[in-house]
C-alpha cells in the first residue's frame, strides 16, 4: 500500500495528479530539447550505436562531456611510472 497526503491506497493509484501527472523524478531531471541533425548523420550513428534516437543522442553527448577527460589522459601518456611490469600484472590474474 502507498500512501497518499495521509490515507492509504492502493499501489496503482495515482497520487498528486494534475500538472505533475504522468512526469518521474527522472523525467523532471531532464531536459528536453529540439535538435536540427542531417538525416545521414543521424541514421550512421544509429545504426553505430544500435539504439533509438534518444539513447543515440544520450550517448553522443555523453562522449562530448568526456572528451577533455580523455584529452587530460592522453596528456600523460608516457609521464606515469607504474611499479609493476605488465608482465607481472598478468602472472597475477
Given at each position: 500500500m502507498a500512501r497518499c497526503r495521509y490515507?492509504?491506497?492502493?499501489?496503482?493509484?495515482?497520487?498528486?495528479?494534475?500538472t505533475?501527472?504522468?512526469?518521474?523524478?527522472?523525467?523532471?531531471?531532464?531536459?528536453?530539447?529540439?535538435?536540427?541533425?542531417?538525416p545521414e548523420l543521424l541514421e550512421r550513428a544509429q545504426q553505430a550505436s544500435g539504439t533509438g534516437i534518444t539513447q543515440t543522442v544520450r550517448t553522443g553527448l555523453q562522449l562530448v562531456a568526456a572528451?577533455?577527460?580523455?584529452?587530460?589522459?592522453?596528456?600523460l601518456r608516457g609521464k606515469v611510472r607504474f611499479s609493476r611490469t605488465s608482465a607481472e600484472l598478468k602472472v597475477d590474474r
Amino acid at each position: 500500500m502507498a500512501r497518499c497526503r495521509y490515507r492509504k491506497v492502493q499501489d496503482y493509484t495515482i497520487c498528486n495528479a494534475g500538472t505533475r501527472y504522468g512526469i518521474t523524478d527522472k523525467m523532471a531531471r531532464a531536459r528536453k530539447i529540439t535538435v536540427e541533425i542531417p538525416p545521414e548523420l543521424l541514421e550512421r550513428a544509429q545504426q553505430a550505436s544500435g539504439t533509438g534516437i534518444t539513447q543515440t543522442v544520450r550517448t553522443g553527448l555523453q562522449l562530448v562531456a568526456a572528451s577533455q577527460t580523455y584529452a587530460k589522459l592522453r596528456g600523460l601518456r608516457g609521464k606515469v611510472r607504474f611499479s609493476r611490469t605488465s608482465a607481472e600484472l598478468k602472472v597475477d590474474r
